[in-house]
């Protein structure tokens, strides 16, 4: 028995936030091309009364609600997009767009922060400062985070949150921990360049499919021999292009591949030494080689007092539920924001009951969430808000007159 304690202005919303996350889930959108998914959006929150800007990183939206006294200024991220995967499940609010569903959970983010917005939206006298509502366009790839800073959603912000529905967790569960919460994730091409020939003639030849192949084991030392065991770090190649014939030795190779890695600085040793390997097998084989390394989204890192608000948030939802994360390997482009400005991204524990934990993943065909999750992620952003924005009130009539009076 799960036991969680949901604000009653969040259980006040319960259909509506389901039914909104099922309503983006029926009609998910790619990229930046997010018409419908940003129209609703905007929609919602201009009917709040709230300072809205659209088209901000090309598609995203924002809204700005101030309080009634000063105070600081508090960034709520979402993000909107959803994938292109044709969704096998059969829920009646599967998708009905060809090739794409809401694979990982974007949805689930949108209907969320727009429920607390919407609750806050009521509570604005009694708030101090400013909460900043981020709805981000193309975290799956794009990286529309950088292009909603480029356009100033950061300006002001003082400190920034964001959150993940997480199926490696069950409902319950909230998974949040200072540093790195998730890695850089980076792609790799190598071309080898050699001499190709006849099969049976291999004199005089530099034959890349043996250089490729002493490559994919070479790069295997680098996570087993170069980097700290206590670290965590992935190199995968995952393609392979060589030849044309069973009897010709192939001139050229092609290999692609991705780094993820949870700091800067294992990323940069295992660049480096990508490019050592490379200038090894030069010499070894006579072949040539060229490395495009191309950096992906960055290590998303929290700061430690923001991670401390964050728990101290979540365990008045979920209790002893809150706790380090299951991690991944899995990049994120909230990272590009917790470079410019303090934050915490966190994990809401939002696995399927009724299926075994982990047989439901992000990204894949028949993804769904425990909708229960969706109560719990806007009452720790409420709990959140509350400490850093609360306890403003419009002065009485009274303390009006005593403040005059004492001059
Ligand atoms: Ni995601």
Known sequence: MVTLYILPDVNARRESLIATRRDLHQHPELAFDLPRTAGLVAERLTALGLEVKTGVGKSGVTATLRGSAPGPVTALRADMDALPIQETGDTHYKSTVEGVMHACGHDGHTAMLLATAEILAEKRSSLRGEVRFLFQPAEEGDGGARYMIADGCLKGVDRIFGLHLWNYQPLGEVGVRPGPILAAADIFTVRFRGVGGHGAAPQGTVDTTVVAAEFIQAVQTIVSRNINPLDNAVVTVGTVRAGHSFNIIADQATLTGTVRAYTESNRQLIKQ???????????MYGVRSTLEYEDGYPPTVNTAEETR???????????TGVGDPYLSMGGEDFAYYLQKVPGCFFFVGSAPADRPLGSVPHHC?????????????????????????GGAKTPSKTEKKTTGGGK
């Open 309 to 319: 608000l964050v728990t101290e948030a979540a365990r008045k939802v979920v209790g």
């Open 365 to 389: 065909s028949h993804f769904d969430i425990d909708e229960r999750a969706l109560l719990v992620g806007p009452s720790i952003l409420l709990h959140l808000v509350d400490a850093l924005h």
């Open 273 to 283: 030494r990508l490019r050592e390997l490379l200038a090894g097998l030069e010499k």
